[in-house]
């Protein structure tokens, strides 16, 4: 069955550092993978998304690879501050999204 | 900016009651969606609609329909509510293609007691 994995663990890191975000997937074969920040008690709001035939996407300090061979997208956060804190989600699909369960994220000034 | 809004924050309601979800989006988009979201098991799609008067199931249908008479507003219906329905029910809408960025309301927290 189709299945997307994000860690389930909180992830913290100190100020200033980058943070990865790991997103794998299995029996699936996504056009496009999106990446969401969400916060608490309120909807997610969209970050990034990339194409398959794209390796790497940028946009100010956020940075995602898409692996199709790997199966596996990386979200990174570079120079991160205590505002980024919050759950990121990935999802991807060709007709729908599907959405993993989020990798929360705390940033420690 | 892209508002979707969804009609109650919070909601109580009693097991057996009929419970209506509304949410509309100011975009004039063609696509609407509603989720819900349990912890550890993320968002799932209960329904979605490509145009008005047309649905389609997603992930976990049972239990939910939905109404879409008008463009701007997705209606998610419980026929009879059930205490493994409390949950966050969460609504989007998108332009074009199924792909394209999704914009999501602030959430309903439903309670079925």
């Known amino acids: 069955s189709q299945k997307i994995e994000q860690n389930s663990e909180a992830l913290n890191i100190q100020e200033g550092k980058t943070a990865t975000l790991t997103c794998n997937y299995t029996?699936?074969?996504?056009?496009?993978l999106q990446w969401y920040r969400q916060d608490p008690g309120r909807g997610p709001v969209f970050l990034l998304l990339i194409r398959e035939n794209e390796k790497e996407k940028r946009k100010e300090r956020l940075k995602v690879t898409f692996d199709t061979t790997l199966k596996q997208s990386l979200f990174h956060i570079t120079a991160s501050q205590p505002a980024d804190s919050a759950t990121y989600l990935c999802a991807l699909g060709r007709r729908a999204l599907t959405f993993g369960s989020g990798t929360r994220l705390q940033v420690q000034p | 900016d892209v508002k979707v809004t969804q009609s109650s924050r919070y909601l109580v309601k009693r097991t057996g009651e009929k419970v209506f979800l509304e949410c509309v989006q100011d975009m004039d988009h063609e696509n609407m969606f509603w989720y819900r979201q349990d912890p550890g098991l993320g968002l799932r799609l209960i329904y979605f609609s490509y145009d008005v008067k047309m649905k389609e199931k997603g992930d976990i249908p049972e239990g939910y329909s939905v109404s879409r008479e008008k463009k701007e507003r997705f209606s998610l219906i419980l026929e009879s509510a059930s205490t493994n329905q409390t949950s966050m029910y969460l609504c989007a809408s998108s332009q074009g293609g199924a792909q394209e960025t999704q914009y999501f309301g602030p959430g309903t927290r439903l309670l079925v007691l």
């Open positions: 029996n699936y074969s996504p056009a496009y």
